[in-house]
């Protein structure tokens, strides 16, 4: 079967029209710098537009057409739009992160390279600079429609430590409800200073390291969250709450105070367990098992004391 030609873009446009120039001049420069500080206030930090009509309108394919310059706004206020909504769900974490992946502060606009394969609209950052792709066959279309694919695009770029998505599960799935189950937790063990350790980074990078796809990231600290809840639910179960003999053989095994969340190579069970180490309550799972079952964790647990 023969191969698919690679797309080859097409060469900018020498001179444009006039009347192409004056739409450009009219509809895009003229609140070209108006636009600029908007995204600058929203980033906080200076970000320059930097889009060429000639390069652009190359892609144009109706001759009657003359609104170069509408179409360039159209992507700069489509950005504008879908960075609030991204500014307005990760706050100054996504601003950190934004910036420290589109680290020229610049955006461009520009035909797709994937040429027929392509969505209508994508986007990417490449050296630094976030680019707005267009597919080659629909320059103008769904200009406002790059909301996720803002959060792919920065969460592709290399970067240190946990992802946005993962950072803001926890904000809000876990630290926005812990402290009420911790309570609910020191009821049902009789442990007033009982710790509750997560274990986000090291659990982060063994899921990062073994799964092929990033959808659980979105949800990490909910999926988090639930292991000590439903942990809470089958200590209850078992008899723990208000009972002072259970509540004191668990003292005398949890000398560190502390259940701790573990992503482990292996495990004996089928999906997840809970064993004791160190003095420590230790639910452990595998990054295969990550999430599934969690209404299991510590069935049987009065066993090990």
Avoid at 11 to 20: G, N, R, T
Avoid at 211 to 230: I, L, N, P, Q, V
Wanted: net charge negative.
């Amino acid at each position: 079967m023969p191969k698919t030609p690679a797309f080859t873009p097409k060469q900018p446009i020498e001179k444009l029209p006039l009347a192409v120039r004056k739409d450009v001049r009219d509809n895009y420069e003229a609140q070209k710098e108006e636009s600029e500080k908007t995204i600058s206030d929203l980033l906080g930090t200076p970000f320059k537009l930097v889009l060429n009509p000639n390069e652009i309108w190359a892609y144009n394919d109706d001759t009657s057409s003359f609104r170069a310059g509408s179409v360039m706004t159209g992507y700069v206020d489509g950005f504008i739009s879908c960075l609030k909504r991204f500014i307005e769900k990760y706050e100054d974490e996504g601003k950190t992160h934004f910036n420290s992946a589109v680290t020229e502060s610049e955006l461009k606009v520009g035909v797709n390279p994937l040429g027929d394969k392509a969505p209508t609209i994508d986007c990417a950052v490449k050296d630094g600079v976030f680019w707005i792709l267009f597919h080659h066959t629909s320059l103008g279309y769904n200009q406002d429609y790059i909301y996720d694919n803002i959060v792919a695009a920065i969460e592709a770029a290399p970067r240190e430590g946990m992802s946005l998505r993962a950072k803001h599960s926890i904000a809000e799935d876990w630290e926005e409800k812990i402290d009420d189950l911790k309570e609910e937790l020191i009821g049902t063990t009789g442990i007033s200073d009982l710790i509750l350790d997560p274990n986000f980074e090291e659990n982060y990078k063994v899921l990062k390291a073994d799964k092929s796809d990033d959808g659980w990231e979105e949800k990490f600290g909910m999926a988090t969250f639930e292991y000590f809840e439903y942990f809470r639910d089958n200590l209850v179960r078992q008899g723990f709450k208000g009972d002072d003999m259970l509540q004191e053989g668990l003292a005398d095994a949890l000398t560190s105070k502390k259940f701790i969340l573990r992503v482990v190579p292996k495990i004996t069970a089928s999906y997840n367990e809970v064993v004791l180490d160190d003095g420590a309550a230790c639910m452990q799972t595998t990054s295969d098992n990550w999430w599934v079952n969690v209404s299991q964790v510590g069935e049987g647990f009065i066993n090990l004391l």
